[in-house]
């Protein structure tokens, strides 16, 4: 309980006294603890290569022992090799856990020492998600090693994603995670002055944020021909990654632009290499597939498929051959930039696709920054966004059972606060959420043209 005031609280704390505290904080061992000291070790030790499959196969027996799901279906099965698994083992996907949600609850874990959180709901209807209050260790050591590629080793660093400053206030710190906090939806050249001058006086080297935000604020110092010599890297990730943003960031400005995939069921996490723009998949995560549409794991290079994932780390809430609607293109075995035996992957394409929102003047936020991690996905069924011009935004909800009128005031709330006042939000109820004539679901459908 301590613990979870602190970080709570920390940060409404003056800057000038977190600025003080950030720079005492230079150990993240005396931080996170013994736990995650030991994990990223074993996560140094492990870097060349690391065989998963005994981690996989305990993994998915245990899960068939005891999770309510696996048992029902697959009995007594004991899964003793990698072909068994793929020849036995089925799918499974979001619309299937949210279903049968409480089947794939462990019964001998108390969940009210768990986190709760959500997907965000991309395509529809949100899942719900638990997992254990220490799994922050592995997630947090796995990160770290992940930019540590992009020359990142517990620095100070900006962070310009879906935080929402007060009036006022310009950044905060969290002397804890060595963050300097911005507003993620300010992105105007006004308020990318004020982050520009920030983080050159306090001399931040990594910039954590979305890639369209990367890019937006590139184009800002690019046009002001500001000095960059300082910014090491953007680390990026929650977004689809285009031509364009890497070769202003990387080609034009010469900043490191590092991304990583990840996802809120985590399951799965792939970093850039630190030679290449390919992704190396963590083995110690999970255990990652990639399935062409019929199914079959892919293993030649150049082919592309759905990524499927296999939980190591979470024993509350169990995830075996999940397929996340998320796709990539198999790029080998082995690195030759770096050495590593891992899967490499390209184009990978998620769910988020970073798309813009306009504000009457023609500023903009991006669904990736409306979405919603809170109890208000328990009562909506699906959500979708409509734009037909600037400054005009509606929002299409399915409700959910237990849906009220305070659900809609804040949800109200929500919306109208991440955008500037001049934006005209209408709320409209609907059986079924709009699709392209593809038959795909997209969050954002606008006929506004990007600037």
Same mark, same amino acid.
């Given at each position: 309980?301590?613990?979870?005031?602190?970080?709570?609280? +920390?940060?409404?704390?003056?800057?000038?006294?977190?600025?003080?505290?950030?720079?005492?904080?230079?150990?993240?061992?005396?931080?996170?603890?013994?736990?995650?000291?030991? =994990?990223?070790?074993? %996560?140094?030790?492990?870097?060349?290569?690391?065989?998963?499959?005994?981690?996989?196969?305990?993994?998915?027996?245990?899960?068939?022992?005891?999770?309510?799901?696996?048992?029902?279906?697959?009995?007594?099965?004991?899964?003793?090799?990698?072909?068994?698994?793929?020849?036995?083992?089925?799918?499974?996907?979001?619309?299937?856990?949210?279903?049968?949600?409480?089947?794939?609850?462990?019964?001998? +874990?108390?969940?009210?020492?768990?986190?709760?959180?959500? !997907?965000?709901?991309?395509?529809?209807? $949100?899942?719900?998600?638990?997992? $254990?209050?220490?799994?922050?260790?592995?997630?947090?050591?796995?990160?770290?090693?992940?930019?540590? #590629?992009?020359?990142?080793?517990?620095? $100070?660093?900006?962070?310009?994603?879906?935080?929402?400053?007060?009036?006022?206030?310009?950044? #905060?710190?969290?002397?804890?995670?060595?963050?300097?906090?911005?507003?993620?939806?300010?992105?105007? *050249?006004?308020?990318? /002055? !004020?982050?520009?001058?920030?983080?050159?006086?306090?001399?931040?080297?990594?910039?954590?944020?979305?890639?369209?935000?990367?890019?937006?604020?590139?184009?800002?110092?690019?046009?002001?021909?500001?000095?960059?010599?300082?910014?090491?890297? &953007?680390?990026?990730?929650? /977004?689809?990654?285009?031509?364009?943003?890497?070769?202003?960031?990387?080609?034009?400005?010469?900043?490191? &632009?590092?991304?990583? =995939?990840?996802?809120?069921?985590?399951?799965?996490?792939?970093? @850039?290499? #630190?030679?290449?723009?390919?992704?190396?998949?963590?083995?110690?995560?999970? @255990?990652?597939?990639? +399935?062409?549409?019929?199914?079959?794991?892919?293993?030649?290079?150049?082919?592309?498929?759905?990524?499927?994932?296999?939980?190591?780390?979470?024993?509350?809430?169990?995830?075996?051959?999940?397929?996340?609607?998320?796709?990539?293109? =198999?790029?080998?075995?082995?690195?030759?930039?770096?050495?590593?035996?891992?899967?490499?992957?390209?184009?990978?394409?998620?769910?988020?696709?970073?798309?813009?929102?306009?504000?009457?003047?023609?500023? &903009? +936020?991006?669904?990736?920054?409306?979405?919603?991690?809170?109890? %208000?996905?328990?009562?909506?069924?699906?959500?979708?966004?409509?734009?037909?011009?600037?400054? /005009?935004?509606?929002?299409?909800?399915?409700?959910?059972?237990?849906?009220?009128?305070?659900?809609?005031?804040?949800?109200?709330?929500?919306?109208? /606060?991440?955008?500037?006042? *001049?934006?005209?939000?209408?709320?409209?109820?609907?059986?079924?959420?709009? #699709?392209?004539?593809?038959?795909?679901?997209?969050? %954002?459908?606008?006929?506004?043209?990007?600037?």
């Amino acid at each position: 309980m301590l613990r979870e005031f602190i970080l709570n609280t +920390i940060t409404r704390l003056p800057n000038c006294f977190n600025r003080r505290l950030i720079c005492l904080n230079g150990n993240p061992d005396l931080v996170y603890g013994p736990a995650y000291s030991r =994990y990223r070790l074993f %996560l140094k030790q492990t870097e060349p290569y690391f065989n998963n499959e005994r981690q996989l196969l305990g993994a998915v027996n245990r899960a068939i022992r005891r999770i309510p799901y696996y048992r029902d279906i697959y009995g007594d099965l004991q899964v003793s090799s990698i072909q068994e698994f793929e020849s036995t083992i089925q799918f499974i996907d979001k619309d299937l856990v949210t279903k049968h949600f409480d089947s794939f609850l462990n019964p001998d +874990i108390d969940l009210r020492k768990c986190d709760w959180g959500t !997907t965000g709901g991309t395509s529809g209807k $949100p899942l719900r998600l638990v997992a $254990p209050k220490s799994r922050y260790i592995t997630e947090l050591a796995t990160m770290h090693a992940v930019w540590g #590629r992009a020359g990142y080793d517990y620095h $100070p660093r900006a962070v310009i994603r879906n935080h929402r400053l007060g009036k006022g206030v310009s950044y #905060r710190i969290n002397p804890i995670t060595r963050e300097l906090i911005f507003d993620g939806f300010r992105l105007e *050249d006004s308020y990318f /002055e !004020t982050i520009y001058r920030t983080i050159k006086d306090h001399n931040i080297h990594f910039i954590h944020c979305y890639p369209s935000t990367a890019y937006e604020f590139s184009r800002y110092l690019h046009r002001r021909n500001l000095d960059v010599s300082f910014i090491h890297a &953007f680390l990026c990730g929650s /977004e689809n990654v285009f031509d364009y943003q890497v070769d202003l960031i990387r080609h034009t400005l010469g900043i490191l &632009f590092h991304h990583w =995939y990840g996802h809120s069921e985590k399951l799965i996490l792939a970093g @850039y290499c #630190r030679h290449t723009s390919e992704y190396h998949v963590e083995p110690t995560y999970g @255990y990652f597939e990639l +399935i062409d549409e019929h199914g079959r794991v892919i293993r030649e290079t150049g082919r592309a498929g759905e990524m499927v994932g296999t939980g190591f780390h979470n024993n509350a809430q169990v995830f075996i051959r999940y397929k996340t609607g998320d796709y990539a293109e =198999y790029a080998g075995g082995l690195c030759p930039a770096c050495g590593r035996r891992v899967t490499l992957l390209r184009n990978i394409q998620g769910r988020w696709s970073g798309s813009r929102i306009f504000n009457a003047d023609g500023t &903009f +936020i991006t669904t990736t920054a409306l979405n919603l991690h809170s109890g %208000l996905n328990a009562f909506i069924e699906g959500l979708q966004f409509i734009q037909e011009r600037k400054g /005009e935004l509606r929002i299409l909800i399915i409700r959910s059972h237990g849906y009220r009128k305070d659900h809609e005031k804040a949800l109200h709330r929500h919306f109208r /606060e991440k955008f500037k006042k *001049d934006m005209n939000i209408r709320i409209e109820y609907v059986n079924r959420l709009q #699709r392209l004539s593809n038959g795909k679901f997209v969050q %954002l459908i606008t006929h506004v043209k990007d600037q």
